[in-house]
Nanobody, 123 residues
Framework: QVHLVESGGGLVQAGGSLRLSCAASGRTFSRYAMGWFRQAPGKERDLVATIMWGTTHTYYKDSVKGRFTISRDNAKNTIYLQMNSLKPEDTAVYYC????????????????WGQGTQVTVSS
């Protein structure tokens, strides 16, 4: 069982930065692939970035490449999403998810989810 808690969201002007954190309970955290997803009102949950069990294998949605960085600290049971050069279209509720196995880009394959944190980018 893994319990996930996101934090770090807020209101920021376009061009600004935020750092999201996702703290996980459970001693087997390092076994899970982790992902950050976002969901805007009226839209489906959409993958932003993923990171495998180590720290070197990452994947990013095209629209965030070069602006967002996903990282994890297995000793702290925490993953991060550093978001720079934010745009109004990044506005959404951001969720972290944990997966044992499956397709990284498919939210249905994730086993656990946090409650989400709101990110609002004003123009």
């Amino acid at each position: 069982q893994v319990h996930l808690v996101e934090s770090g969201g807020g209101l920021v002007q376009a061009g600004g930065s935020l750092r999201l954190s996702c703290a996980a309970s459970g001693r087997t955290f390092s076994r899970y692939a982790m992902g950050w997803f976002r969901q805007a009102p009226g839209k489906e949950r959409d993958l932003v970035a993923t990171i495998m069990w180590g720290t070197t294998h990452t994947y990013y949605k095209d629209s965030v490449k070069g602006r967002f960085t996903i990282s994890r600290d297995n000793a702290k049971n925490t993953i991060y999403l550093q978001m720079n050069s934010l745009k109004p279209e990044d506005t959404a509720v951001y969720y972290c998810g944990a997966m044992i196995s499956g397709i990284l880009t498919n939210p249905s394959d994730y086993d656990y989810w946090g409650q989400g944190t709101q990110v609002t980018v004003s123009s």
